[in-house]
């Protein structure tokens, strides 16, 4: 990586889409570099085994996945700055991006910063990172071994956290707003068949009850108002995603939920810059929708470049 | 190189030492402690020279993981003087780990 130089393109985050936009670059002749504050993957990097993208019939392991995809993009002549992206200029046809490893210019800036998980943003939550609060079973979940945890979340990540936990905990709350799951069918049997997972239906977590660390929890019934008291030793927030936007909040265009608003060709409301992957509105958020957003966004990158050089 | 993985052994000899010494407690089941991984290595080989940075198997090493007060991995433990000075758990960048370190050493 070279701050004196101006890259033909600029890729903000290292998961599936940003280094598939790095590949194709890459392979286009592009002079590129993925900007990554941690690791590649991205969110699959926590995940154990993917088993809905093509081509590893026996699953593959999230994080070995993304050490592929960055060694792949890398192969062809991409390169990785370990940087994390204070602040973008992207008005103009050059853009420049602040970050942990100095300032970098390019002509082309894609937007491939995912998303992360919610909070519940009730009292104590932040506090009890670490100590009770954890938003990821794949990763925490050991430390719960024959203890009785409660997860809450009513939807795919949720049913997969409360049925990994299942085999690890003694006992799993499963607590959910509504009086059904939203999950796929998958996940319904598996989890009505454990023994050890109870459901909390029409419920909410309204406080955390805490010494040193998490102790209990208390719910309130949200068709009866009624409060019970459950006592856990930790609490698995899984109640969906929000966008990494902070950083182009008013330099995008973004939607209500704070996703940048683009559409299949990945463009932006700026030209030369793209969104790709989660951060993008879409249907269906997936490995496999992030990597062809990817692909898509150099092609579009490309004619951009040839129309400003003709 | 890559941060070496230490045993309680060489975790006292290291304390012993002039140099401060940075270590990763992790295991190899826990997913975030992979995810620091590749940046943590880059910091061993940015900072080795004035800096010993080493990652330690909580698994390999529990009765020292729970002296330490290893409760959540990974935890960064900083230390000078045979001493821990500050601690981070799952840095969620490599400008973040850089910053703890800085700031460690300066206490």
């Known amino acids: 990586m070279d701050t004196n130089r101006i890259y033909d393109m600029l890729i903000v985050g290292g998961g599936p889409a940003g280094y598939t936009a790095a590949l194709y670059a890459a392979r286009a002749g592009l002079d590129t570099l993925v900007l990554e504050k941690l690791s590649p993957g991205g969110q699959i990097a926590l995940t154990h085994q993917v088993d809905n993208y093509p081509g590893f019939e026996e699953g593959i392991d999230g ?6 995809m960055q060694a792949q993009a890398e192969r062809f002549g991409a390169k990785t700055a370990f940087a994390e992206v204070y602040s973008l200029e992207l008005e103009g046809q050059i853009k420049t991006l602040e970050t942990s490893e100095g300032s970098f210019r390019g002509r082309t800036v894609v937007i491939a910063t995912g998303a992360n998980p919610k909070e519940l943003g009730i009292e104590k939550e932040a506090q009890l990172v670490g100590r009770g609060v954890a938003y990821c079973a794949a990763c925490d979940g050991m430390f719960y071994r024959g203890k009785t945890v409660a997860v809450v979340g009513g939807g795919n990540s949720a049913a997969a956290d409360a049925l990994l ?3 690890v905990a003694k006992k799993v709350i499963l607590v959910h707003r509504r009086d059904t799951l939203r999950a796929t069918q998958i996940y319904h049997k598996p989890l009505l068949e454990k023994e050890n997972v109870e459901f909390c239906w029409n419920s909410q977590v309204e406080e955390l009850i805490h010494g040193d660390k998490l102790q209990a929890i208390r719910l309130r019934n949200t068709q009866t108002g009624e409060q019970t008291l459950v006592e856990c030793e930790g609490l698995f927030v899984s109640i969906g995603r929000k966008p990494a936007t902070e950083l182009v909040k008013g330099k995008l265009p973004l939607d209500e939920a704070g996703y940048v608003i683009a559409g299949e060709t990945t463009e932006t409301g700026v030209p030369g810059v793209y969104a790709v992957g989660d951060v993008r509105t879409k249907p269906l958020r997936q490995v496999v929708t992030a990597v062809a957003d990817g692909a898509m966004a150099v092609a579009m990158a490309e004619e951009y470049l040839a129309g400003r050089e003709g | 190189m ?13 304390l012993q030492g002039s140099k401060p010494v940075l270590v990763d407690f992790w295991a190899p089941w826990c997913g975030y402690c992979r995810r620091i991984g590749p940046a ?4 061993a080989r940015e900072l080795g020279q004035s800096l010993e940075i080493v990652k330690l198997n909580i698994d390999e090493e529990p009765r020292l993981a729970q002296a330490e007060g290893i409760e959540v991995i990974p935890t960064l433990i900083l230390y000078k003087e045979g001493k821990a000075v500050d601690s981070i758990v799952a840095p969620e960048s490599k400008a973040r780990m850089e910053r703890f370190i800085e700031e460690a050493l300066a206490k």
Do not use: C, H, P, V
């Open chain 2, 40 to 43: 943590y290595d880059a910091l």
């Open chain 1, 63 to 68: 994080f070995d996945l993304g050490m592929k």
């Open chain 1, 165 to 167: 936990l299942s085999r």
């Open chain 2, 2 to 14: 890559a941060a070496m993985n230490i045993n309680k052994n060489q975790f006292e000899q290291l």
